[in-house]
């Protein structure tokens, strides 16, 4: 036979619903040995509920975030059918770095992630830069993407300029942009504006014939252009399309080399 834990000699502490040693990991009300000092213990109770509602939240949000850049960079790989394993791809304005990461993985190409921030989410060959210059050599990168960033930046003339000199020779171009083209949209393309002026300046959104004249007069000539759907992103539902471009040869340096 076993000895019970408690000699039978010593009577137990009566069970209190409300006691501190009886109390376990049920919230509720606290009260001591000496069944004074009363203690609210569901504030305690919620805020441990909310915490675990707040990281399955972030978790839910890292999930759809991850999956949305593997959608954008299968959709690259489709449009890029010249970028082979072994290319050197420039994504500019990356963000999280998550499509880079995936496209990587996808064409085992070499993928440099370059934006405004100090570091990025995703392990990836990350590059911090100005907005303006790329931190990149000259003629060193076989394509250049530009997914929905190009209308953040404050001087699209010296930047296109800095992608015709790091580009190679053949190198192609690949933007992908919102397009203004209907009350709604502009509407949306207006939101957007406001909510990131702040952080990158003012957004200079354009009509598809407004982007292929100013990227045919940076040098650039499209070889392709093709609506997207506007429900890639039900939470900014726009107008989208993709442009596909070879810089014209004419005076870009990495054109040159």
């Given at each position: 036979m076993f000895e019970p834990l408690v000699p039978?000699?010593?009577?137990?502490?009566?069970?209190?619903?409300?006691?501190?040693?009886?109390?376990?990991?049920?919230s509720g009300i606290f009260v001591d040995a000496d069944g004074d000092s009363i203690r609210d213990f569901a504030v305690g109770g919620q805020s441990g509920v909310l915490q675990g509602l707040g990281r399955r939240w972030r978790r839910e949000r890292r999930r759809r975030k991850v999956g949305r850049s593997y959608d954008m960079a299968l959709e690259i790989t489709r449009s890029l059918p010249r970028i082979l394993p072994g290319s050197r791809v420039l994504d500019v304005g990356c963000g999280n770095g998550y499509i880079a990461h995936h496209l990587s993985a996808m064409i085992a190409a070499s993928v440099i992630g370059i934006d405004l921030d100090e570091t990025t989410e995703a392990l990836i060959d990350y590059r911090s830069f100005d907005g303006t210059h790329f931190p990149i050599e000259t003629g060193s990168v076989d394509a250049v993407l530009f997914c929905y960033v190009l209308h953040h930046a404050q001087n699209l003339g010296t930047l296109l300029s800095d992608v015709r000199r790091v580009l190679r020779a053949g190198g192609q171009v690949a933007v992908y942009e919102d397009i203004p083209e209907t009350g709604w949209d502009r509407t949306v393309c207006s939101i957007h504006n406001r909510m990131w002026r702040s952080r990158t300046g003012p957004c200079s959104f354009q009509t598809e014939a407004g982007w292929q004249r100013l990227f045919e007069s940076a040098g650039f000539q499209v070889i392709n252009t093709r609506s997207l759907s506007r429900w890639r992103n039900l939470a900014h539902p726009v107008s989208r399309r993709l442009?596909?471009?070879e810089s014209d040869g004419a005076d870009g340096e990495g054109a040159r080399e």
């Amino acid at each position: 036979m076993f000895e019970p834990l408690v000699p039978v000699s010593q009577p137990s502490v009566p069970f209190h619903p409300y006691r501190s040693d009886h109390v376990g990991s049920t919230s509720g009300i606290f009260v001591d040995a000496d069944g004074d000092s009363i203690r609210d213990f569901a504030v305690g109770g919620q805020s441990g509920v909310l915490q675990g509602l707040g990281r399955r939240w972030r978790r839910e949000r890292r999930r759809r975030k991850v999956g949305r850049s593997y959608d954008m960079a299968l959709e690259i790989t489709r449009s890029l059918p010249r970028i082979l394993p072994g290319s050197r791809v420039l994504d500019v304005g990356c963000g999280n770095g998550y499509i880079a990461h995936h496209l990587s993985a996808m064409i085992a190409a070499s993928v440099i992630g370059i934006d405004l921030d100090e570091t990025t989410e995703a392990l990836i060959d990350y590059r911090s830069f100005d907005g303006t210059h790329f931190p990149i050599e000259t003629g060193s990168v076989d394509a250049v993407l530009f997914c929905y960033v190009l209308h953040h930046a404050q001087n699209l003339g010296t930047l296109l300029s800095d992608v015709r000199r790091v580009l190679r020779a053949g190198g192609q171009v690949a933007v992908y942009e919102d397009i203004p083209e209907t009350g709604w949209d502009r509407t949306v393309c207006s939101i957007h504006n406001r909510m990131w002026r702040s952080r990158t300046g003012p957004c200079s959104f354009q009509t598809e014939a407004g982007w292929q004249r100013l990227f045919e007069s940076a040098g650039f000539q499209v070889i392709n252009t093709r609506s997207l759907s506007r429900w890639r992103n039900l939470a900014h539902p726009v107008s989208r399309r993709l442009f596909m471009m070879e810089s014209d040869g004419a005076d870009g340096e990495g054109a040159r080399e």
